[in-house]
Nanobody, 111 residues
Framework: QVQLVESGGGLVSPGGSLILSCTAS????????IRWYRQGPGKRRELVAP???????EVADSVKGRLFVSADNVKRTVYLHMTSLKPEDTAMYYC?????WGQGTQVTVSP
């Protein structure tokens, strides 16, 4: 079994930055394979950060250049760094490993 727990969401002003965390436990062979997705109100869930730089073509165009990922293997945690945030970035952010999803963390971008 795999458990993923996201944290770090909250309210941020436009132009601001935020760092989300996804901590993995259980049978996770490589945290570098964790992906980040988001789902805004009334929108489809979309990929915002893949596990490999070679997969950036899959990432939503609206976030390219503003979101990036780092990882701490000791803590089994992947971080989503978000910069130059816009109101349209408002969404529930999820991390995913294989077929396992976390519960999500809400990000709201508003003045």
């Amino acid at each position: 079994q795999v458990q993923l727990v996201e944290s770090g969401g909250g309210l941020v002003s436009p132009g601001g930055s935020l760092i989300l965390s996804c901590t993995a436990s259980g049978s996770v062979l490589g945290i570098d394979r964790i992906r980040w997705y988001r789902q805004g109100p009334g929108k489809r869930r979309e990929l915002v950060a893949p596990w490999s730089s070679t997969l950036t073509a899959e990432v939503a165009d609206s976030v390219k250049g503003r979101l990036f990922v780092s990882a701490d293997n000791v803590k089994r945690t992947v971080y989503l760094h978000m910069t130059s945030l816009k109101p349209e970035d408002t969404a529930m952010y999820y991390c995913k490993y294989l077929d396992f999803w976390g519960q999500g963390t809400q990000v709201t971008v508003s003045p």
